[in-house]
């Protein structure tokens, strides 16, 4: 059997990770003590009638990728690791023998085209057979069903059952069990569903066995295993995740962004052609993260992710640049993948009279979807060839004249077309993002471009980010907010982690600091999930003029930058100090109901008093509401042994007028409500 003793070595040495890197952080906090002791009030003055840009009612979305295990082993509700046996070329990898079975990657009993290779098991007595241990563990409830599914067939001298069932590994209990009789030497599908009773106890020590109650051969594949989803979906999500982003109310998902649309190689890219019809004809392929993905969550799946959460897909197509580098140039070498992007507009919007629009209504959705972005590529400020300028012109020029309506996203600064929007990437230390956090007041507002943050994140805390991250990165959304007129979209990255196992080549954990952790059974929002909530969730739709006085400071002293001379890196002079804020608001107006909505961060580790002076306004509500997020430490943070640490507190403010006074707690991200007239 799997040795899954090795789960909790490997989450102790995880743990340990965990405490090594909080000592760091907590040395980078040291690092900023000299922060302004600020004796005075802050002032803020709120021009309740003064506006200054509406707030982009698409400011607040989501990106996704297959990174650490974000839909293999994270949200697609598969249980089954590895379950088409495509994981390695040389071994059924993930798959263990029960008993003295014989496992062999057979190339010569293929499913199809697709799934061109199938697991060959020979059981030399009854009981003989294989097991899953699924993603770090099979994840099982009380009273619940489990929706398994195989391909199986002999070699027409084994008549006996097939028992299929969800094991403890601990105990060897038998926690849910069914059986398949009547196995034929033709490929042939078969549906169980396995139900738990309701006096097990919720567990992820388990794994999945398929064993045969005589000698015998028989070959297998696309073995599955799926818990309830989300809105029951078949092929769907797990439930946890979905109610998580829920919970943030987003308005887009970035579908697929980063490395994984690229891919490695050309071979390797999204192509979302393999990713749609039934599963078991998705051919799969490798992440650039290092690890297989089944392909299960296809384009379909995404979108209807999107569905799901009532968000809008923002597609990203892949534009000819892969992330080792290799792209070809504009012109005819393009024009397939040109041709590509334009079909998956089409698979994504077109009616059933378009072909592609056909085919998704073939898979079994008529209604086409809302659209209104087209990312261009990723991160192609990479590509040192020059070629994007052209390699964007040639996309845009295609899709704007089939889809004038069409908002378009460069990845990287061009000069032949004006991008709609301009995708910018951030991820930075708290410091970093508190000192950029007015970068955005300066910008042009001339230009036609508008910006889009796809990717951004203050990368403190692993593998989620804590109490310093959400400051950070509330600091950073005040500024996105205050200039939502110009920033229009704007999603964090990477979402997800599963934090199974933080080293060695098969671990869970490709990238540190990331919104949402889990293991098998459970999930935590980081603070920087909550902060990001809580932005998403309080904002009017009108930008208020602002002005303030008194804000405290800090000096910092930015790192030098690295520089690469004859391929040795060197670490460069250091920059000036800087003069760097440490707190940070910005204030919109709901026109509907009149509500003000003030959002202030105080990085400080002191309290910190604020005047607020509201003027404009005939009338000020008595009342109003306060949230806050807060934490004695920047070190402090949410794990999945303590997912709640740090969450938000809200409450009733009474006492309101055109002018009060606050008190801001440490270390605190507080939105004030107040009703106006
Ligand atoms: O978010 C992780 C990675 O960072 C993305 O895949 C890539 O776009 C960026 O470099």
Redesign the pocket.
Known sequence: MYPFNCYSLAHSCFRSLVLILSGVVGWEAAARADAAVSPQPVQLTIHADRPVGKVSPTLYGLMT?E?NFSYEGGLYGELVRNRSFKASHSEPKYWQPVGNASLTLDTNAPLNGALNVSLKLVAEQAGDGVANPGYWGIPVHPHKHYHASLYAKTDGNFHGTLTVAIVNTNTGKVLAREKITGIGSEWHPYELVLTTSYWIDSSKSNCLTLTLDGPGTVWLQQVSLFPPTYLGRTNGNRTDLMELQAAMRPAFLRLP????LEGDTFAERFNWKNTIGPVEQRPGHRSPWNYWSTDGLGLLEYLEWCEDLHMEPLLAVFAGYTLKHDHVDAGPALQPYVQEALDEIEYVTGDASTVWGARRVADGHPAPFPLHYIEIG??DTFDRSGSYDGRFAQFYDAIKAKYPQLQLIATAKVKKRTPDLLDE?FYRTEEEMEAHAHDYDAYARTNHTKIFVG?WATRVGAPTPNMAGALGDAAWMTGMERNSDLVLISSY??MFVNVSESSGPDRSIQ?KSDLIGYDALTSYGSPSYYAQQMFSTHHGDTILRTEDANIPTYTWQPPAKKEKKDKTEKTGKLPPKQKVPSVFYDATRDSTTGMIILKVVNAQVITQTVNITLTGVSKVGSWGHLTVLRAGSRDETNALNDPKKIVPESRTLHGLGPEFTTELPPLSISIFEVKAK
């Open positions: 990728e990174i962004g980063g490395n994984y990723n991160e990437h990717e990255a990477p990238w």
